[in-house]
């Protein structure tokens, strides 16, 4: 039931609702967004995190995972474009720790107000990008948070064209219906800054 309200984002909320109509492109009143995503932390402890990814429209965060960790992800306000995949476990020989099968469970996009999603360590959802059709905010709260000395630090992945010459996944799946995906580092105007959370103090 979280509203932009509840973390003072209130005014940003207002101005994409006029953004988003058509005639407020021709207003000399332009929402001004900065080019970066930016990241508000709230609060963060041994067992989740809580933050919120404010993103201007156009902008995306690259195909990601959450390792061993559960992510609600609620859209505050504006739309954006979710893609995510599910790894598709196969017994091939060789190293496939850069470069695995996934299929698309989810390809779509979602507006606020609308419900939250819940991406267990399990579903496909644990590895997916975003692109914000408008600008955007998303609450996000891991369980639990990012520790890379516990082994749960991002990777990010991009498709990669590659053939199933063995059938090994004909059996399983039709070729349309998955892709190959690869570990890669994105390239450096990829930019998340840090930003002050500036709303209510939280009871925790």
Same mark, same amino acid.
């Given at each position: 039931?979280?509203?932009?309200?509840?973390?003072?984002?209130?005014c940003?909320?207002?101005?994409?609702?006029?953004?988003r109509?058509?005639?407020?492109?021709?207003?000399?009143?332009?929402?001004?967004?900065?080019?970066?995503?930016?990241?508000?932390?709230?609060?963060?402890?041994?067992?989740?995190?809580?933050?919120?990814?404010?993103?201007?429209?156009?902008?995306?965060?690259?195909?990601?995972?959450?390792?061993?960790?559960?992510?609600?992800?609620?859209?505050?306000?504006?739309?954006?474009?979710?893609?995510?995949?599910?790894?598709?476990?196969? &017994?091939?020989? %060789?190293? *496939?720790?850069?470069?695995?099968?996934?299929?698309?469970?989810?390809?779509? !996009?979602?507006?606020? =107000?609308?419900?939250?999603?819940?991406?267990?360590?399990?579903?496909?959802?644990?590895?997916?990008?975003l692109?914000?059709?408008?600008?955007?905010?998303?609450?996000?709260?891991?369980?639990?948070?990012?520790?890379?000395?516990?082994?749960?630090?991002?990777?990010?992945?991009?498709?990669?064209?590659?053939? &199933?010459?063995? %059938?090994? *996944?004909?059996?399983?799946?039709?070729?349309?219906?998955?892709?190959?995906? !690869?570990?890669?580092? =994105?390239?450096?105007?990829?930019?998340?800054?840090?930003d002050?959370?500036?709303?209510?103090?939280?009871?925790?």
């Amino acid at each position: 039931m979280i509203t932009p309200s509840d973390v003072g984002l209130e005014c940003e909320a207002q101005a994409v609702r006029v953004w988003r109509r058509p005639r407020a492109l021709s207003r000399k009143t332009v929402l001004h967004s900065s080019p970066a995503i930016r990241y508000r932390h709230i609060y963060e402890c041994k067992s989740f995190s809580i933050g919120i990814f404010c993103i201007p429209a156009s902008s995306i965060i690259p195909l990601h995972n959450h390792p061993g960790m559960t992510v609600l992800s609620k859209l505050l306000y504006g739309k954006v474009h979710v893609k995510a995949y599910d790894w598709i476990d196969i &017994d091939e020989p %060789g190293n *496939l720790t850069k470069v695995r099968p996934a299929k698309v469970v989810r390809d779509g !996009e979602i507006s606020a =107000p609308c419900a939250a999603m819940v991406l267990r360590p399990t579903d496909g959802g644990n590895v997916h990008a975003l692109k914000a059709i408008t600008p955007c905010a998303i609450l996000d709260i891991l369980s639990p948070p990012y520790s890379s000395k516990d082994g749960r630090h991002c990777s990010y992945f991009r498709r990669r064209q590659k053939s &199933d010459p063995s %059938g090994i *996944l004909w059996d399983r799946t039709r070729e349309s219906e998955f892709v190959w995906l !690869e570990e890669y580092q =994105p390239r450096d105007n990829f930019v998340i800054r840090r930003d002050l959370y500036t709303g209510p103090t939280l009871d925790l």
